[in-house]
């Protein structure tokens, strides 16, 4: 294997890797809406202290007692947040590595 076939392998799985974290990535964020827009629609109607977020989109209720109910987990923020983090690594690296064959 060539140093140039090489290098091309390696691009295209940092591309793979850009598209599939991408996917992740917009996949989540469109649950967070379907979870926010559809199912927690009606938390205003039996909640008095309603918070609402865009990013990702979020729509929860802070009950008396502390309890709270309808919000994103740990986990679903953390795979969304890394997912669009590690795409925008490699994102970075491709253009790089992409920026030095060029020369």
Same mark, same amino acid.
């Given at each position: 294997m060539? /140093?140039?076939s090489?290098r091309e392998?390696?691009l295209?799985?940092?591309w793979g890797?850009? #598209?599939?974290?991408?996917?992740i990535f917009f996949?989540?964020w469109?649950l967070?809406?379907?979870h926010?827009?559809?199912?927690? %629609?009606?938390?205003?109607n039996h909640c008095?202290?309603v918070?609402? /977020?865009r990013?990702?989109f979020e729509? /929860? #209720?802070?009950?008396?007692?502390?309890?709270?109910?309808g919000?994103?987990? &740990?986990t679903f923020d953390?795979i969304?947040?890394? /997912?669009m983090s590690?795409?925008?690594a490699c994102? &970075?690296?491709?253009?790089?590595? %992409?920026?030095?064959?060029?020369?």
């Amino acid at each position: 294997m060539t /140093s140039v076939s090489a290098r091309e392998s390696r691009l295209n799985r940092l591309w793979g890797a850009v #598209c599939a974290f991408a996917g992740i990535f917009f996949l989540l964020w469109a649950l967070s809406w379907l979870h926010a827009s559809v199912l927690n %629609e009606d938390l205003q109607n039996h909640c008095a202290d309603v918070h609402t /977020s865009r990013f990702p989109f979020e729509k /929860s #209720c802070t009950h008396e007692d502390g309890t709270v109910e309808g919000a994103n987990s &740990v986990t679903f923020d953390g795979i969304f947040f890394g /997912s669009m983090s590690a795409g925008i690594a490699c994102l &970075v690296a491709a253009f790089m590595t %992409e920026a030095v064959r060029r020369r």
